[in-house]
């Protein structure tokens, strides 16, 4: 009764190569903030609730249909990109019968909000649904003229894009790519955004009739509006003022443009959620990564794929964390890198640590400068603080790695493991042999080579013994004399 939603189906085209990209790989898939351009547009698209989302693949369908990633969507083959409208023509059996709105997408606007796309589909509904009030029984009264909705937006510069031509009702009377239009049409500043609303019985009466007589020798999309307009339809503009979320993706500086945009309104989104970002604009995070209340992020952080950072948590200059999984309260200190790894609570890194390989660094854990750790795990309160290389260890809680510490893991064939036990202490510049134990409470001389297992509480040292000859300064002399 009354108040229902009408059904719409959505058609994203997404078959072109993207000429402009001067590419091997097709435009849709080039990443902004690690995800594939068309994520985006896919993302927008849900939010609008559609019965049923198609896309219109083509060029390296597989790559693009791979990069999609959607299991209940229709992929609709376009062998022969011919154009927008012949794009939207190939999808005409998917909705031929169908009584309600398609929305069409170019693939190439990632910067589209859902809402935008919610509120577009609204607007149809109210045009086509009301003329007055309802009638009497509660029925709506269907206006059998509405046609179709563009989305359309004013723009500082509108080169490129198809000008909207319309009356003063906002009623649209035909679209002019740039490339048709006159020097007059040229000068208008409203644009097609690329995105449309239309009755999909309308809509089947005029797509086959498009024709390819412009200078793109193209079949244009744009042109159904004339077509409408011949059989008495209307085709109204819903002109939206953020003309930002508008960017067509057309060429790799567009992609810059757009990764930009997106990379500041996520920014801004962390922002309100209690992140601190100093020298925002020098601070790249992507789109799977998370961060916790009262964290806060220094200049030139990157944060890439599923990367989350914990409460309390500051992240100095120039660090790089990339799937990993950092805790609450760790101080990652200037110039680190961190990936595929685990830096649990009150841990402090770097400055210029380097942690990778699904390595584990347990609470209090303190890696200093210039070590790096790999596939190793790393106890409660140990230390290594300076110039060490931990590589397939296992290493306990109040451990001390001395400085210059290195685990020798790996003998030109294979991949051996160390054991550090809890407690104990490696002196400095020890080449720690592997496979081999360390025991607990154990303790390593300075500058030793370890070959062999060390028992709990023992020394294990390797060191040849040290002379020391008296009175050598003068001897040197005496000896530069006779020369
Ligand atoms: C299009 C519009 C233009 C609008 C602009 C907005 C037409 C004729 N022009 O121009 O009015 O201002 O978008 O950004 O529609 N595609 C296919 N198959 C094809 C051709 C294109 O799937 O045969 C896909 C592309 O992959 C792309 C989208 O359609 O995702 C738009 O095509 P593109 O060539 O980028 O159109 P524009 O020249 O930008
Ligand atoms: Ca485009």
């Known amino acids: 009764m009354g108040h229902h939603h009408e059904k719409h189906i959505a058609v994203i085209l997404a078959a072109g190569k993207g000429t402009r990209f001067k590419s091997k790989k097709p435009k849709v898939v080039h990443k902004i903030l690690g995800k594939p351009m068309i994520h985006y547009i896919s993302l927008a698209v849900r939010w609008s609730n559609p019965d049923k989302v198609i896309y219109v693949v083509g060029h390296e369908k597989q790559q693009v249909i791979k990069a999609i990633n959607c299991l209940n969507c229709t992929y609709v083959e376009q062998k022969d990109q011919l154009g927008t ?16 709105i398609v929305m069409i997408v170019n693939g190439d606007l990632p910067l589209v909000e859902g809402e935008t796309l919610k509120n577009a589909v609204k607007y149809m509904e109210a045009l086509m649904r009301f003329e ?32 909207v031509i319309k009356d003063k009702n906002h009623r649209i009377i035909k679209i002019v790519e740039e490339k048709d239009a006159t020097y007059e049409e040229q000068k208008i500043d409203e644009i097609n955004t690329g995105i449309y609303l239309f009755y999909a019985p309308y809509l089947k009466q005029v797509i086959d009739k498009l024709e390819n007589k412009n200078a793109q020798k193209e079949y244009y999309l744009t042109d159904v509006i004339q077509l409408l307009n011949e059989t008495g339809k209307e085709v109204y503009a819903l002109l939206v003022p953020d003309y930002t979320q508008f960017i067509g993706v057309n060429d790799r500086w567009d ?22 970002f100093h020298n925002p604009e020098t601070v790249y995070i992507e789109f799977d990564v998370e961060l916790s209340p009262d964290v806060e ?10 990367t989350s950072i914990g409460e309390d948590t500051v992240i100095e200059e120039n660090c790089l964390i990339k799937n990993s999984k950092i805790g609450r309260n760790v101080k990652v200190l200037k110039g680190s890198i961190i990936e595929d790894s685990v830096i649990q609570d009150n841990a402090v890194i770097g400055p210029y640590a380097r942690i990778r390989n699904n390595s584990v660094i347990k609470e209090n854990a303190h890696i200093g400068n210039f070590v790096e750790v790999k596939n190793s795990t790393v106890g409660e309160n140990t230390s290594a603080k300076h110039l060490s290389y931990l590589g397939d260890a296992e290493i306990g809680k109040d451990v ?24 104990a202490f490696i002196g400095s510049d020890t080449m720690l042999v592997a496979p081999v134990t360390v025991g607990e409470e154990a303790i390593t001389g300075s500058g030793s080579v370890i070959t062999k297992d060390i028992p709990d509480k023992a020394l294990g040292i390797e060191r040849a013994q040290m002379k020391i000859i008296e009175n050598y300064a003068e001897k040197r002399k005496k000896r530069d004399k006779n020369d």
């Open 255 to 276: 992609l810059s443009k757009a990764e930009n945009i997106l990379r500041m309104k996520y920014l801004q989104f962390w922002s309100y959620a209690g992140a601190t």
């Open 85 to 100: 409208g012949h794009a939207v023509a190939v999808t005409k059996p998917y909705w031929e019968n169908f009584d309600g």
């Open 297 to 306: 992020i220094y200049q030139g952080v990157s944060l890439k794929g599923g």
């Open 400 to 423: 001390n790695i001395g400085a210059g510490t290195i685990t020798c893991n790996y003998d030109g064939f294979q991949k051996h493991k160390t054991v550090i036990k809890d407690k």
């Open 132 to 163: 007055g009030a309802p009638t009497e029984g509660g029925e709506n009264y269907r206006n059998e003229k509405i046609a179709g909705v563009v989305l359309t937006t004013k723009v500082p510069n509108p080169l490129g894009y198809g000008r």
